[in-house]
């Protein structure tokens, strides 16, 4: 059986509830969209042509 190809992620310490979460790419690619797990704080990270080695974030 085929292996399914991993979706992109990022990883996000909501400092808003001291929780830390996995974020995942939307299906267009564009962005990195999520909510706190704990107090559904929604927030966006675009993806730019640049790009960012980054892999972990912090959101205050």
């Keep these: 059986m085929p292996k399914k190809p991993e979706r992109p992620y990022?990883?996000?310490i909501?400092?808003?509830c001291h929780i830390y979460s996995r974020?995942?790419?939307n299906k267009q690619g564009t962005?990195?969209?999520g909510r706190?797990?704990?107090c559904a704080r929604q927030f966006r990270i675009?993806?730019?042509p640049h790009g960012s080695h980054d892999r972990f974030f912090e959101l205050t």
Aim: with cysteine; glycine share 6%.
């Design 10 to 12: 990022i990883g996000v």
């Design 36 to 38: 706190c797990p704990k």
């Design 23 to 25: 974020v995942y790419l």
């Design 46 to 48: 675009k993806v730019s």
């Design 14 to 16: 909501f400092k808003c």
């Design 31 to 33: 962005a990195y969209v």
